[in-house]
Every structure is written in C-alpha cells, then in structure tokens.
C-alpha cells in the first residue's frame, strides 16, 4: 500500500520560512520522481515543484528563486524548503509520485497523492 504522509504545515507571517517533508512507503522511492502541488480555495491545483530521481529539478516561475524541493533516497523522504513567503503561497500543499516525459517539467502523471497538508501565510 502506498503511503506519501505529508508534516504538518502552519501559520507563518509573509516573508518567512517554512519547510515540508513526504515521507514515502510502499514505493521504490529512489527511482520514482516525486512533486509538489498546491491549491488555494477557489483556484485549480497546480505544480510547484518536481525532482527526478538524480535530483534534477523544475519550478513553478511563481516560486523559482524562493522554494526549494530535495530529496533524501536513504530516508524516502522529499522536501520543501519555502523561503520569502507570500499570502498568495497560502494553499494546501499535497506531495505526489509522478512520472515526466523528457524533462522533469512536464509531468506526464501522478500516480499517487498525500494528503495534503495547509499553508496559511498572514500579511
């Protein structure tokens, strides 16, 4: 059974920092692209951002430059470093398993999702 469990998000004054973690079970994590997504209320869920197993990354242009997204293959762990925090960032965040087509910024798939965890940035 797969499982892609999600940290805590919080509360977090603009300008700020925040980072999340997926922890990943019942995957072969080391050769499987991860992600993360966002959805604000009222608005589509989109990519933030993607790693390829060898740690090649793509950002969203709306975070490039502020997030940062890792991995750990020895802990099946990815994560996401948030740094200058905007009110617009505010979203539940969901940590997915995806699968790209020639380049990590084009996500062909998701084959699974977590659960999501809430981002709330106050001006």
């Known amino acids: 059974q797969v499982q892609l469990v999600e940290s805590e998000g919080g509360l977090v004054q603009a300008g700020g920092s925040l980072k999340l973690s997926c922890a990943a079970s019942?995957?072969?994590?080391?050769?499987?692209?991860m992600a993360w997504y966002r959805q604000a209320p009222g608005k589509e869920r989109e990519l933030v951002a993607a790693?390829?197993?060898?740690?090649?990354?793509s950002y969203a242009d709306s975070v490039k430059g502020r997030f940062a997204i890792s991995r750990d293959n020895a802990k099946n762990t990815v994560y996401l470093q948030m740094n200058s925090l905007q009110p617009e960032d505010t979203a539940v965040y969901y940590c997915?398993?995806?699968?790209?087509?020639?380049?990590?910024?084009?996500?062909?798939?998701?084959?699974?999702w977590g659960q999501g965890t809430q981002v709330t940035v106050s001006s």
């Open positions: 790693i390829t197993p060898s740690s090649r990354t």
């Open positions: 019942g995957i072969i994590f080391r050769v499987t692209a």
């Open positions: 997915a398993a995806v699968h790209y087509r020639g380049t990590i910024a084009i996500i062909s798939s998701v084959d699974h």
